[in-house]
């Protein structure tokens, strides 16, 4: 049994974020309805990676991962007839899904200001880079453009040299996945709270927000006064000699920030000469540029000639928080990821048998599953032109 | 005392929060924005680290306040056989349990799943680790910079053909506590309509790799294995940041050609919106390079944010990379409510980073972090029913200590 498998969501949107947040509802069951341009489709259909690195619509690994467990439609928004079938399909919807720019939404008659008025049992959540009162200097936005504003990009690296650009983070959309899954615990919230009380809800999600609340922790005690702010490319960090080091081949990441840790490197090299100068608590109370760049230059000396895993699998034994710098690869042979079985084979038609990345959390009773692949361009629109109620889904 | 009832679409979730640093009270914090009543089980023996760590008064400690606002605080010393019973009795009147102890603890203390079902059938026990709740390398322990590092990302961050630097070194638990969050609510829908609770293990490290999906995608489907890539998207062409005058920088995205002739015309040369160079998205991408110094060369002398506006009246994404000083003085942020002022338990006003959403009917979010054992009086009184005269005794017990 799937836990959100009652409830029909339309998705409108054609970007990431809302992608994302339908494809989180979608794999715990949720019927989720996405209406695609007629012939394009959703641009994220246009975004690699393509199989074999061959664009096409049906191609993308990007799309497929997004939209697993969805129903695709064909529906021009700019016709009447389309807008028809749009409020049929609301008429019988849940929960709405867009990621448009503020006010894209006002022109298909979903004011999210009134929306309770013509549908008071509806949840419509839209997601947006600054959140629907974004002033015109942002109405153009990426998510690079946001991860800059969120303060994320001016303090990434850590330990950023402030001569060198900041950075975006990790692939291209961390602003936009972020943002989704923010909007589905909204939605999923608000499904929940409607059946207490039978009302709908409109959610106005700023990525922006989204971006600067996940570092609250800093963020919260800078806004309350209790921590300096100034223009430090570091000023997020938290210094002292942890970081990524090479090893024979690819990296690790060692955390160090207690006397524990440091007795356990001590173990770890078998107490070289160099470290006897150390005090043994120096990372709690003796942190200095002197003895941080020592010891990043001994133990990445010694890093370097050990292979990443067995030195993980033996700091850990010891009780330092040492781990491999995981690429692709290194994921799918992941021992712990294959026993969690985090990886699921798909079958799509056009893109084969591939292994996708599934959701990070094991429900005991309503687990989430991939049941079926991303639809092709508009594969249900004559099952749901039919009984736009869903009534047989 | 009253009952904590302040609308939203949680109001009336009872959830116990045995959790430690960031990630667990990031999910506890994500559903008491929310309208649930979130009750942070704490005691004189097992203070969190962000209550003491380099902090003088722990009812003052400026980590812990910005991570917990608009909790409750109860103290139950959970190595006393009779504080486990305590808990079980709150437990026995809640919805949600998280925790975020470390890997067998919460087994260790007569508090797993099994145990804790046997007096709540029902409950939603949400276990958040690491690596997850079991496998071969569940035993493994890290902070936030692990759970990125071996979720894929590290490696995708850093300046091209250079070893990657990673995240930010704060990265990581915020996101693992709002799955952690999501998913709990997943099983509460499912509670309402079947009577059944369950157990949810989330582990941090396949949420890390969540947020990079498409890349793992790319080597399922074609065997790549992404690296460090600066700023570049496949996609977009200019996309980088760029430097400004007084050390800023300025962040341009460019989505289509009409945006690279709308940028070309604002830099000026008459020649560069039709430069065959730069002509189409492919022709960026080729001569990549070439158009971030051609960019660099005249973002230098310009202040950022104004440069930002001109772009933007032209219809180009762009935006000043933001300081710590800028996020404070961001009038937007300050506009829409993200921050926020609430009441902290002296009855001083603080403002507090708010959630990231507006909605109707929200929750109201007046409370800041509770001070330890705040809501003794509520929890052992009100909810489980005690008497003075018992929570006297069981204060003078140490059990609520």
Redesign the interface.
């Known amino acids: 049994?799937s836990?959100?498998s009652?409830f029909r969501i339309v998705e409108l949107s054609e970007g990431v974020a809302g992608e994302y947040c339908g494809k989180?509802l979608a794999d715990?069951g949720a019927e989720v309805v996405k209406i695609e341009r007629p012939g394009s489709g959703s641009p994220t259909r246009n975004?690699?990676?393509?199989?074999?690195?061959d664009a096409g619509p049906e191609r993308s690994?990007?799309f497929?991962?997004?939209n697993t467990n969805k129903r695709s439609v064909a529906i021009d928004l700019e016709s009447p007839s389309g807008l028809e079938m749009l409020s049929r399909l609301l008429a019988h919807a849940d929960a709405v899904i867009d990621d448009h720019a503020p006010g894209w939404l006002n022109t298909l008659g979903l004011d999210l200001a009134d929306?309770?008025r013509r549908y008071p049992k509806l949840v419509l959540c839209a997601i947006t880079p600054?959140?629907?009162?974004?002033?015109?200097?942002?109405?153009?936005?990426?998510?690079?453009?946001?991860?800059?504003?969120?303060?994320?990009?001016?303090?990434?690296?850590?330990?950023a040299d402030?001569d060198?650009?900041?950075?975006?983070?990790?692939?291209?959309?961390?602003a936009s996945?972020?943002?989704g899954?923010?909007a589905?615990?909204?939605v999923?919230?608000?499904?929940?709270?409607?059946?207490?009380t039978g009302?709908g809800?409109?959610?106005?999600?700023?990525k922006?927000?989204?971006m600067?609340?996940?570092?609250?922790?800093?963020?919260?005690?800078?806004?309350?006064?209790?921590?300096d702010?100034?223009?430090?490319?570091r000023?997020?960090?938290?210094g002292g000699p942890?970081?990524?080091f090479?090893c024979r081949q690819g990296?690790?990441?060692v955390?160090m920030?207690a006397p524990a840790h440091w007795k356990a490197v001590r173990e770890l090299l078998g107490d070289p000469e160099w470290m006897k100068a150390f005090p043994d608590n120096w990372l709690e109370k003796g942190l200095t540029p002197d003895r941080i760049a020592e010891c990043r230059h001994y133990l990445g000396e010694w890093l370097k000639t050990q292979d990443k895993n067995e030195a993980?699998a033996a700091a850990?034994t010891l009780g330092l928080?040492l781990?491999?710098?995981?690429?692709?690869?290194?994921?799918?042979d992941?021992?712990?990821?294959k026993?969690?079985a985090?990886?699921a084979e798909v079958e799509h038609p056009v893109?084969g048998r591939?292994?996708?990345?599934t959701?990070?959390?094991?429900?005991?009773?309503?687990p989430a599953r991939i049941e079926r692949p991303a639809p092709l361009l508009g594969q249900h629109s004559a099952d749901v032109f039919a009984d736009p109620a869903g009534a047989s889904a | 005392m009253t009952n904590h009832r302040r609308g939203?679409?949680?109001?009336?979730v009872r959830v116990v929060e045995l959790t430690k640093v960031?990630a667990g009270p990031?999910a506890g914090?994500?559903l008491a924005f929310?309208?649930a009543e979130v009750i942070r089980i704490e005691s004189h023996g097992s203070l969190d680290v962000?209550r003491t760590f380099g902090v003088a008064d722990f009812d003052k400690a400026?980590?812990f306040?910005?991570?917990n606002?608009q909790k409750l605080s109860a103290q139950i010393d959970m190595k006393s056989k009779e504080g486990i019973a305590l808990l079980k009795d709150l437990i026995a009147e809640s919805d949600i349990l998280i925790e975020n102890l470390r890997p067998g603890a919460i087994d260790r203390l007569g508090l797993g799943y099994e145990a804790v079902k046997a007096v709540k059938p029902d409950i939603i026990f949400v276990s958040m680790g690491m690596?997850?709740?079991?496998?071969?390398?569940?035993?493994?322990?890290?902070?936030a910079?692990?759970f990125?590092?071996?979720?894929?990302?590290?490696?995708?961050?850093?300046?091209e053909g250079e070893?990657?630097?990673?995240?930010?070194?704060?990265?990581a638990?915020?996101?693992f506590g709002?799955?952690?969050?999501?998913?709990a609510?997943?099983?509460?829908?499912?509670r309402?309509?079947?009577g059944?609770?369950?157990?949810?293990?989330?582990?941090?490290?396949?949420?890390m790799?969540?947020?990079?999906?498409?890349?793992?995608?790319?080597?399922?489907?074609?065997g790549?294995?992404?690296?460090a890539d600066?700023?570049r998207?496949?996609?977009?062409a200019p996309?980088?940041?760029?430097?400004c005058a007084h050390?800023d920088?300025i962040?341009?995205?460019v989505?289509s050609d009409a945006?690279w002739r709308a940028l070309a015309e604002i830099m000026g040369p008459p020649a560069l919106a039709e430069d065959l160079r730069f002509r189409t998205l492919a022709d960026r991408k080729a001569n990549e390079l070439e158009l971030d110094d051609l960019i660099s060369q005249w973002t230098g002398a310009n202040d950022a944010e104004s440069l930002?506006?001109k772009?933007?009246?032209a219809?180009?994404?762009?935006?000043?990379?933001?300081?710590?000083?800028?996020?404070?003085a961001?009038g937007?942020?300050w506009?829409?409510g993200?921050?926020r002022p609430v009441t902290d338990p002296t009855g001083e006003e603080?403002?507090?980073?708010?959630?990231?959403?507006?909605?109707?009917?929200a929750a109201e979010i007046t409370d800041g972090a509770p001070k330890l054992g705040q809501h003794n009086a509520y929890v052992f009184g009100d909810i489980l029913g005690l008497s003075q005269a018992e929570q006297q005794r069981l204060k003078e017990a140490g059990v609520t200590r």
């Not at chain 2, 609510?185 to 499912?190: E, M, P, T, Y």
């Not at chain 2, 994404?317 to 404070?328: N, Q």
């Not at chain 2, 603080?350 to 109707?360: E, F, Q, S």
Request: charged fraction near 15%; proline fraction near 5%.
């Open positions: 049994m836990a959100l009652h989180l715990f975004m690699g990676p393509f199989l074999d690195d690994g990007l497929a991962y997004l929306i309770e600054f959140g629907q009162s974004a002033p015109a200097e942002r109405a153009h936005a990426e998510d690079l453009t946001v991860i800059q504003s969120s303060g994320w990009g001016y303090h990434t690296p850590s330990g402030p060198r650009p900041p950075l975006k983070g990790a692939g291209r959309f961390l996945y972020e943002a899954m923010e589905a615990m909204c999923a919230a608000s499904l929940y709270g409607r059946e207490e009302r809800r409109a959610i106005d999600i700023s922006q927000e989204v600067a609340s996940r570092v609250d922790y800093v963020l919260g005690q800078m806004v309350a006064g209790d921590m702010v100034d223009i430090s490319r000023r997020f960090d938290l942890a970081g990524i090479a990296y690790v990441y955390w920030s993980a850990q928080t781990v491999a710098v995981n690429d692709a690869k290194d994921l799918r992941c021992a712990q990821f026993h969690r985090f990886f893109l591939a292994l996708y990345p959701t990070p959390y094991k429900l005991s009773r309503t | 939203g679409p949680l109001q009336g960031w990031y914090k994500q929310l309208g962000t400026p980590g306040m910005a991570v606002p690596y997850g709740n079991d496998g071969p390398l569940a035993y493994q322990t890290g902070y910079p692990c990125v590092a071996l979720g894929g990302l590290s490696a995708l961050v850093g300046y070893p990657p630097s990673g995240m930010n070194v704060r990265y638990d915020s996101t709002t799955a952690a969050a999501y998913a609510l997943v099983a509460l829908i499912h309402r309509r079947s059944e609770g369950q157990f949810i293990d989330v582990s941090a490290v396949e949420t790799t969540s947020m990079v999906g498409d890349n793992v995608m790319d080597f399922s489907l074609n790549r294995i992404g690296g600066g700023n998207h496949a996609e977009m996309h980088g940041v760029f430097r050390g920088w962040s341009i995205a989505s945006a930002a506006g772009l933007q009246a219809g180009v994404a762009a935006a000043k990379s933001a300081s710590s000083i800028d996020l404070i961001d937007h942020l506009g829409r993200f921050y603080r403002t507090i980073v708010g959630p990231a959403w507006r909605m109707t009917e």
